[in-house]
């Protein structure tokens, strides 16, 4: 990965755990935030509360709003994000090391509901 | 799966995701709640609580006590398990549909700290 999260953002990303499978990531954040472009794999996102954000990859920008408890999937994809919401942002990322692309890196912008 | 956790206590095991690479569960109990015998394949589980619970895999018994926001390992197991704790369970489970079994299903029982 050329732009892990962990070391573009370390203020806003953690490693929790770490196999030869999957890595798992916090990630919080406060309103106002923004993170600078990093990628992720195809991941599992779950959310500990509810929050909205921008993402942005290239002159692609989506707004999400999802609330807390849900699980979403995250096609590998680059981009960077911003808190537009009111209340900090807590989520769970589970990596898959697999190495499969599910969908077009290019075109995957956010996660993807159930 | 001979034995989905989902089938046999649906009361405690939800789906709120499910893909062709991954399958995430809830699972939630009370104090003294017990499970059946049911299968996970490998997964990776994430406490969103603190709890105290026995695991019992044929005659092999393990206690487990874990604090919340912990992300942890699950090798591909059966077994059933005991809510011994003073507080409800929360977990997510994510589940791996990739087949590969990275441990010994027979010896396997819970979680594998980071």
Do not use: C
Not at 2 to 10: F, G, I, M, R
Not at 54 to 72: F, K, Q, T, W, Y
Not at 84 to 98: A, C, R, Y
């Amino acid at each position: 990965m050329t732009q892990d999260p962990v070391v573009t953002n370390p203020d806003h990303y953690r490693v929790i755990f770490e196999n030869d499978a999957v890595r798992v990531l916090s990630y919080s954040d406060m309103p106002g935030d923004k993170t600078t472009p990093h990628e992720h794999p195809n991941s599992v996102m779950y959310t500990l509360g509810p929050f909205r954000r921008r993402l942005i990859s290239g002159d692609i920008l989506r707004e999400v709003e999802l609330p807390g408890g849900v699980a979403l999937w995250l096609d590998a994809q680059e981009h960077r994000g911003e808190n537009i919401g009111d209340t900090p942002t807590n989520v769970v990322v589970v990596e898959l090391k697999d190495g499969s692309v599910r969908g077009s890196v290019e075109r995957a912008l956010g996660p993807i509901a159930a």
